[in-house]
């Protein structure tokens, strides 16, 4: 069995008396791509900041990153929310090297990197180009780029196509996957489109309601690498019956 990059244990949230999220643990393996779906206001952002360390929880709980306590702590994850956050006046690579800039100098090192991994992920040849001059697929692998080069094992994706056109969405989610397995980053990923978090995770975790918790733990053992036949796939469509169930019958308890 591979070893665990994360575990959350017993976490949870309340605000002003109301529980976002209840008591939630869950496991990400190294190397896996993970998803998570639920109903809007179930706590999904809300546990993605606990891990991140912009939200503390509840007392009680832990969050362990490769077995130490993180907690309270930034710095540990890359992550990228569902609006690119593209500074407008500075150009691709500048973007790219966002985090460099917000920490320390950039250096040649960064510029370099930030040009090869354009490069290599088909924006080469517009890294002196502006945000306004991008399509917003463009856009979102330019922010993806921006979170691979914080170099973090662990990569928090909060609806990252959620905004894009259903044609663009499949051109992005059949990318990631290519990324993902080059980089073998560990990818937490959030999203409300079931046939989205199907095409590209291992598993899909199911949440309730809020207070939100994990309601359902559900492999996905569709071979990889998958190209988009898949989606017809029988195996692919009962998988998704079993999640509409679980979202639909939940909601309406």
Known sequence: MSSALLDVDAIAKTFAGTTVLAPTSLRVEEGSFVS???????????????????????????????????????????????????VPWRTVEDNITMVARLTRRVSDDDRREARDIAT???????????????????????????????????????????????????????????VWRETGRTVLFITHDVDESIFLSDRILVM???????????????????????????????????????LHSRESA
Not at 53 to 64: E, F, I, K, Q
Not at 226 to 241: A, G, H, M, W, Y
């Open 120 to 178: 290599r992920y088909g924006l080469g040849e517009f890294l002196n180009h502006y945000p306004k001059a991008l399509s917003g697929g463009m856009r979102q692998r330019v922010a993806f780029m921006r979170t691979l080069v914080a170099h973090q094992p662990l990569l928090l994706l909060d609806e990252p196509f959620g905004a894009l056109d259903a044609q663009t969405r499949l051109e992005m989610q059949s990318w990631l996957l290519n």
């Open 36 to 86: 998570i779906v639920g109903p809007s206001g179930c706590g999904k952002s809300t546990l993605f900041n606990i891990i991140a360390g912009l939200l503390v929880p509840d007392s009680g709980g832990d969050v362990r990153v490769s077995g130490s306590s993180v907690l309270g702590l930034s710095g540990h994850v890359g992550y990228m929310l569902q609006k690119d956050l593209l």
């Open 208 to 246: 309730s309601p809020r207070p939100g918790r994990v309601v359902a733990d559900l492999p996905n053992t569709l071979a990889r690498p998958r190209e988009l036949d898949v989606l017809t796939d029988p195996q692919f469509i009962e998988l998704k019956s079993t999640i509409m169930h679980l």
